[in-house]
């Protein structure tokens, strides 16, 4: 579980592009009257030096919505292969605390994941909503924080159906079990745990397939 915290962020009103080739970049303070002079500096220190390299095959997040144990996997592969497990856990918030914390958290959570995986697409589970259960605002609150962040990240999620993903590896009605027997061996996974992971890595995999659809 990824230790919490309160970002403060103010997206733009248009995509920004920036010109700086080592990233990520910090403000800092310096006297006015050096300012020209020490950005020219750090623009010649950042177009002579060698560029990084952060190139790696798509990756794919997959996300199972949940406002208590959410499910979060990373596939990696190009189209042409096999995609390889990155990795896969959980987002778990406390039931006592208010809901205005727990979608902080997952928000938090899934922002840091996001930072450290750099994925290139993201499939989110498009659930089934039903406004006579008592868990449905929340979990409309849940998918609202999830758009909110992929938005952020430059992505526009898939969602994709229980059906469709289950169906992608067995049948539409496959129960979890099932699920996670095929990518245990699917993946040379350990033995999973029957939780909203395997989910994940499913919605994950049939992102990563093609399905699914944008909203």
């Known amino acids: 579980m990824y230790t919490p915290i309160m970002p403060n962020y103010h997206p733009l009103p248009h995509p920004h592009r920036t010109q700086w080739h080592h990233l990520p970049t910090k403000a800092i303070r310096v006297p006015e009257c050096f300012v020209e002079e020490i950005k020219a500096y750090a623009i010649s220190l950042d177009q002579s030096a060698e560029k990084p390299s952060t190139s790696h095959p798509p990756r ?39 809901l205005p914390c727990r979608l902080a958290e997952i928000e938090a959570d899934l922002q840091e994941i996001i930072k450290d995986y750099q994925p290139t697409q993201i499939a989110i589970e498009k659930t089934f909503i039903n406004p006579e259960f008592p868990s449905t605002a929340k979990l409309l609150q849940v998918l609202g924080v999830l758009n909110l962040v992929a938005y952020r990240h430059g992505c526009l999620p898939l969602m994709v159906n229980p059906a469709t993903w289950k169906s ?28 909203a992971q395997v989910d994940a890595i499913a919605i994950a995999y049939s992102g990563w397939c093609g399905l699914g659809q944008h909203l």
């Open 60 to 98: 794919w997040l997959g996300i199972k919505p949940s406002i208590s144990q959410l499910g979060w996997a990373i596939l990696e592969g190009e189209t042409t292969e096999d995609p390889q497990m990155v990795d896969f856990g959980l987002i778990s918030t406390n039931s006592d605390d208010p």
């Open 168 to 195: 992608n590896l067995d049948n539409p009605k496959a129960e979890r079990e099932d699920i996670a027997d095929i990518l245990e061996q699917m993946f040379y996974l350990n033995p999973l745990k029957r939780d």
